[in-house]
Nanobody, 127 residues
Framework: QVQLVESGGGSVETGGSRRLSCATS????????MAWFRQAPGQEREAVAA???????TYADSVRGRFTISQDNAKSTLYLQMNSLKPEDTATYYC?????????????????????WGQGTQVTVSS
């Protein structure tokens, strides 16, 4: 049973930064695709950043250059560093994990393709 537990959400002003963390119980990231999704009220859940088992990462156009996905050396914690935050970044952010072959982990992934989810953490950006 894979468990994902997010933390780090909260309120921040426009232009500020926030780092989200996801503690995971996956044994190894060798074949795991890890990602951050977000869902704003009335909108679909969307992938904003993904990191493949070889460490390669992809980003949604809306966050590229501002957000950075990473993992610690032990690969037990996934991070999302969010800089230059905008009000439109306000959403519930979800940590996601799925086992898939290397090369099939990117921000084109849809929620139905994800096997495991965290409970979500709210980020609110005030103008």
């Amino acid at each position: 049973q894979v468990q994902l537990v997010e933390s780090g959400g909260g309120s921040v002003e426009t232009g500020g930064s926030r780092r989200l963390s996801c503690a995971t119980s996956v044994d190894t990231y060798m074949t795991w695709c890890m990602a951050w999704f977000r869902q704003a009220p009335g909108q679909e859940r969307e992938a904003v950043a993904a990191i493949d088992s070889d460490g390669s990462s992809t980003y949604a156009d809306s966050v590229r250059g501002r957000f950075t996905i990473s993992q610690d050396n032990a690969k037990s914690t996934l991070y999302l560093q969010m800089n230059s935050l905008k009000p439109e970044d306000t959403a519930t952010y979800y940590c996601a994990a799925d086992q898939r072959p290397r090369g099939y982990c990117n921000t084109d992934l849809k929620p139905m393709q994800i096997g495991y989810w965290g409970q979500g953490t709210q980020v609110t950006v005030s103008s």
